[in-house]
């Protein structure tokens, strides 16, 4: 098999593996508002309810480090795939942070686009 086939297969799955910890972080903070929301409604007190939104904060905690160690991962594939002779491929359409420019810093001059390391500062 073709190794740049081979090394898209790959950025697809992580790709996909990747949407799959964020979808899963946009529903456990939808959880989170719906759980709040409810406990008002309902006028439950918050020592009833605190147990089980603790559970939940610490659900969405560790998929928070889930999203940190897959985003680590793809940086790693990255570097392997440079260190192999392979091109970096893209995949999920998703923008990376060095794909063209981005907001200014607050104060920064907006007569030119701030691109790289300005644009983190």
Known sequence: ??????A???????VEAELAIAQSMAKAAKLMEVMVLAQLQLKVASTVAEPAMRRVAAA???????HS?????HNRMDQI??????TPVAG???EKE?????LPPHGADLGQPVT?????I
């Open 60 to 66: 969405m905690a560790t998929l928070g480090q889930a």
């Open 92 to 94: 999920g359409g998703m």
């Open 8 to 14: 898209q297969d790959v950025a697809d799955h992580l």
């Open 98 to 102: 060095d794909d063209g420019p981005v």
């Open 1 to 6: 098999m073709n190794r740049q086939i081979i």
């Open 116 to 120: 790289g390391f300005e644009a983190q």
């Open 81 to 86: 795939q440079r260190k192999i002779g392979l």
């Open 69 to 73: 160690e897959m985003v680590s991962a």
